[in-house]
């Protein structure tokens, strides 16, 4: 007897608009002309996502256990999600755009004659379009995934374009690829710790599906050393890639070697993919079994917090200090993942969206910073910027004050509904945590501005460039955004908390 | 007109706004409209404080919407005499800044239009913190109000002015941190005690358990006293007196210190009456050392400006140890202190700067002989002074005066002590003048201008005010006496009967 599988195509349509987006990308690459294919991928790129887009918010109220045979899981929080993502992805796309950032022949040795050629014609990478879409794939699949195989192939195909990507860097080539592939190792590294957790956790259950594994757990308790181990090892593939203590070595060193609009789009949009991966997990599945993982989780957050802020301070490049930042708020996030309450649910999105935001601002300000060799992140360089670029070094206070958690800004009112949805779940020791590194993290994110706006310029060598008109539409929509999600974020908050539920 | 408070928030706002589109090299456009600006909302504030209810002790001008409901957090406004007093400080000290450093802004980090626009914003966020009923919008102003005054002190300064901007600002943060962990601590208490809210009443009357409510009233409190100065949390502020410009001081130490005094009383005491009770103690200790302190290292300043910073510590404790006398008292002195000492300081730093501006140094040493050289700037400066060492006749003594009586009635070690503040200051203030203003005139000196028209017409209100409140301070302690009666009565403290009876014979 065989039955055809049921498929929900309304509901898994955003996904497949993507990849359908992304194939034909691949398409365009292998028939276009090069010079056609600059605008014609960008062109197909935002709109296959402004129509992925569309069709989330189309689909937001439903909700679906079944939607490709029990592997895909569709609910209020699955689509604010996707919707998150898709619009990070969009502002992403924008700077990708700018070509100035990626060597224009991937497969061309670093300093070769090839290489060399390339430059002189003017070619344009276009095949990170298609890579980028792949990848957005992976990330919208990822947090709606409902069997542990599905979301292994999600993390793949999300990782995979990251890790290539990862390498594209116009200058500084070497320590680019260096980057992707350690990326890759480590990644390849989480992946088989993840597949191992998996396996324990089919052992203990007898099933792959999340169902299946909440109600071994109902039934069984949590008297296993199986469950246990599944636990850990699923645990750390998941941390590795939201880059929490002690799996966020790699974090630095690829927020570093990456082309910085690359290094916006990864820091941004797959910080969403994962933890809602995490919290879909953690809510549904292991929730019942709380007492066995928060204490360690807790530990783990308190750690990744006070790490990521106390080493930023002693970072002289500014994407690092942006990564150990991103290590930092991944701490902050994961008190929301704690909470295990429909508070820690609403303050996670809310927070994942308004610091995706942020980040993207953030990156976006790098890539306008240059001097004849490419982008300067050398941060005493960055010194007097805000006397030959009072606009742009604004942006980038606002941004830094919006990571800092100050008043009026997003990150304010993240901070604190992401801290009081810990602190109603009991956990007050990572409230305090928190709010001692948000202390210590307020030092480094002050010193960035004081060297912009206080010091004289030790180096006039340092330039800003006018953003072309993508960049800045990207500057000034996540610039708005993080004003008027400090000021008046009413609207997002009741409408994440009106939607975001989990289904089991 | 029922958005009294909103309207005056919103003036200096919209000044700053216009004040953005203008061009960067009309600076004196610039200057003019941030004067008409500020003017306008002292005009306001004072047709406001006309219809103010002296009979009432409910909050007045009331106005409450929801802002983020999912919080139970509301955009809600209102004040009573203490609040009405100190906004009136606040939005008459900005005119007469301007007035005053009407150059200050020139060969600042950034054009003098930025200078304006910062100074307006601030007085937006003065004119919020002390009128926000809701602890979360209280807190929204009282951080988003050190990015202008980092602004302010770094950009416009002199000196180390960078390195004091950000102690400045690290210190308020932590302060601020701490008080933002207690206010989402407050937040899930009421969500457990029926309903999510932020009301200052509302969360008035939560239970605590006696640890939580001590836990809580220290980080509010902490975060109160690093902005109030006290000793030990004081070290900041001489810092950032000596780097920014006097009329960045006046705001500092005349408007925004008060934010701690104030939130002391608005906040830890009616929030958490018995942790306050528990901790009074510690509190009127580290006030007396903060009194004695203060004067000490004030006498031993050689720089004129830390030196008004360290008299400033010395105030300061007078007014945190009225506030914690619980005595009627004791608590309308302290709030009347807040505005005498918002005048005399300012009257104070605002001639200091003159005297620095003109001199080119802020050492004592380097003046001389004033008297004869400039002596309507000597004379002010006197006037000033003495008007901090607090002379009867003078409005700093009524408060003195109650503050000590206050606290005698209650603890009256800590109020002698005290009272050997009196003395100290009367070194602070005069050595200063026989130096700067008596003796052979220091070579140098011998030109130097008198003060012009403009820093005449900027001080004389400030003279005026001290001399009106000192003779008669009734119609302040109109306004504040109920508001302090109030305040105390819902904490729960009542003034100490007295012991003496008729025969003692007084």
């Known amino acids: 007897m065989f039955n055809t599988p049921f498929l929900d195509y309304s509901i898994l349509s955003p996904m497949l608009i993507v990849l359908a987006g992304a194939i034909i990308g691949v398409l365009i690459e292998a028939f276009a002309s090069r010079a056609l294919r600059p605008l014609l991928q960008l062109s197909t790129t935002l709109g296959t996502l402004v129509l992925s887009l569309a069709q989330v918010i189309r689909i937001r109220n439903t909700s679906s256990l079944t939607a490709a045979i029990g592997s895909v899981t569709f609910d209020g929080a699955g689509a604010i999600m996707q919707g ?145 181990i599944g636990i850990v090892f699923l645990s750390v593939g998941l941390l590795f890639k939201v880059g929490a203590a002690p799996f966020h070595a790699w974090t630095p060193d690829v927020y570093q070697g990456a082309p910085t609009a690359v290094t916006a789009f990864m820091a941004a949009a797959t910080k969403v993919a994962a933890f809602g991966a995490m919290l879909r997990i953690f809510y549904t599945v292991f929730g019942g079994v709380a007492d066995l993982w928060r204490p360690v989780m807790s530990l783990i957050a308190i750690v990744t917090m006070l790490l990521g802020s106390l080493v930023a301070i002693a970072q002289r490049d500014v994407k690092r200090m942006l990564a150990y930042s991103s290590i930092a708020h991944a701490g902050f996030l994961l008190t929301g993942v704690l909470a295990l309450n429909k508070a820690g649910l609403d303050a996670t999105l809310f927070y994942l969206f308004a610091y995706g935001i942020a980040t993207l601002g953030a990156f976006a300000v790098v890539t306008l910073v240059r001097d004849s060799a490419g982008e300067v992140t050398d941060l005493n360089r960055w010194s007097g910027l805000g006397k030959r670029a009072p606009f742009v070094a604004t ?46 993290a307020a030092f480094f994110y002050i010193r960035v501005i004081v060297l912009m706006f206080f010091t004289e310029a030790s180096d006039e060598s340092t330039s800003v460039l006018i953003p072309s008109s993508l960049t800045r539409i990207t500057l000034l929509v996540t610039a708005a955004l993080t004003l008027i999600l400090g000021v008046y974020p009413a609207p997002l908050l009741n409408f994440i908390h009106s939607l975001a539920l989990f289904i089991r | 007109m029922s958005n009294w408070l909103t309207i005056i928030g919103l003036i200096p706002l919209v000044g700053a706004l216009i004040l953005a589109t203008l061009n960067k090299s009309n600076e004196l456009l610039a200057k003019q409209i941030a004067l008409a600006i500020s003017i306008l909302t002292a005009v306001v504030t004072l047709l406001m404080a006309l219809q103010f209810d002296r009979g009432m002790t409910d909050l007045q001008f009331v106005e409450s919407y929801q802002w983020i409901s999912s919080f139970g957090i509301k955009y809600a406004l209102g004040v009573d005499g203490i609040a009405l007093v100190l906004i009136l400080l606040s939005v008459i000290l900005v005119p007469i800044v301007i007035v005053a450093g009407w150059n ?72 601020g941190l701490l008080m933002l962990a207690a206010i989402i601590a407050l937040y ?76 002391m009383i608005r906040y830890c005491l009616q929030l958490f009456p018995d942790a ?36 400033s510590i010395s105030h300061f404790g007078f007014i945190t140890m009225g506030i914690f006398a619980m005595t009627t008292q004791g608590h309308s002195g302290a709030t009347l202190y807040m505005v005498n000492h918002g ?123 001290i001399i009106f409140l000192g003779f008669y301070p009734a119609p302040a302690l109109n306004i504040i006496n109920p508001a302090a009666e109030h305040t105390l009565s819902v904490s729960g403290f009542s003034d100490p009967a007295p012991q003496m009876t008729g025969k003692a014979g007084h």
Do not use: C
Not at chain 2, 109 to 137: C, H, N, P, Q
């Open chain 1, 84 to 228: 998150s993502i898709l619009i990070i992805g969009i502002l992403a796309i924008l700077l990708i755009a700018d070509q100035e950032n990626f060597t224009p022949v991937a497969a061309a040795l670093p300093g070769s004659e090839e290489e060399r050629e390339s430059l002189l014609t003017g070619h344009q990478l276009t095949e990170v379009f298609p890579l980028t879409l792949f990848a957005i794939a992976g990330m919208l699949l990822f947090p709606v995934s409902s069997d542990l195989i599905t979301l292994f192939v999600a993390l793949e195909m999300l990782s995979l374009p990251l890790y290539l990507m990862a390498g594209l860097s116009r200058r500084r080539r070497l320590l680019s690829q260096e980057s992707a592939l350690k990326y890759f190792l480590l990644g390849a590294f989480s992946s088989a710790f993840f597949l191992f957790g998996a396996a324990f956790l089919y052992g203990y259950s007898g099933t792959l599906s999340f169902a299946g594994i909440h109600e071994a757990v109902a039934g069984n308790g949590s008297n296993s050393v199986f469950l246990l």
């Open chain 1, 395 to 440: 942006l980038f206070a606002g941004y830094l004050l919006a990571f800092a958690g100050i008043p009026l800004t997003s990150g304010f009112i993240g901070k604190f509904s992401i801290f009081s949805a810990a602190y109603e779940s009991g956990n007050k020791a990572v409230v305090i945590a928190g709010v001692l590194s948000s202390a210590i």
């Open chain 2, 104 to 175: 200050e802004a020139v060969g600042g980090r950034w054009s003098v239009k930025t200078f304006y626009i910062l100074v307006l914003v601030l007085e937006t966020m003065m004119v919020g913190v002390f009128s926000a009923t809701d602890v979360f919008l209280f807190y929204v102003f009282f951080e988003a109000m050190l990015i202008p005054v980092y602004f302010l002190i770094g950009g416009y300064g002199t000196g180390a002015r960078a390195a004091a901007a950000v102690k400045f600002l690290l210190y308020s943060l932590f302060g």
């Open chain 2, 188 to 263: 899930v208490i009421s969500l457990s005690q029926g309903g999510a809210t932020f009301d200052t009443t509302a969360l008035s009357h939560l239970e605590l358990s006696r640890t939580t409510e001590n836990f809580l009233f220290l980080a509010f409190f902490i975060a109160f006293a690093i902005k109030a100065p006290l000793w030990p949390m004081h070290t900041w502020l001489p810092d950032a007196a000596d780097s920014a410009t006097p009329g960045t001081s006046v705001l500092l130490l005349g408007v925004l210190d008060k934010v701690g005094t104030f939130g």
């Open chain 2, 276 to 311: 306050s009770k528990t901790f009074t103690p510690l509190i009127i200790t580290l006030s007396v050392i903060s009194i004695i302190y203060g004067a000490i290292l004030a006498i031993g300043q050689k720089d004129i400006k830390r030196l008004i910073a360290f008299t």
């Open chain 2, 343 to 465: 005048f005399s300081t300012a009257a104070l730093f605002l001639v200091a700067g003159w005297m620095t501006s003109r001199r080119g140094s802020s050492t004592i040493a380097d003046f001389g002989g004033l008297q004869r050289v400039t002596p309507v700037m000597a004379w002010s400066f006197f006037f000033a002074g003495m008007s901090s060492l607090a002379l009867p006749g003078l409005s700093s003594f009524v408060s003195e005066f109650l503050v000590l009586v206050g606290t005698y009635t209650r603890y009256p070690l800590a109020a002698i002590i005290a009272t050997f503040g009196i003395v100290l200051a009367a070194l602070y203030i005069l050595i200063p003048v026989q130096r700067a203003l008596h003796g052979p005139t220091t070579p140098g000196n011998e030109s130097l201008p008198d003060l012009n028209l403009r820093e005449k017409i900027a001080i004389a209100p400030v003279v005026a005010v």
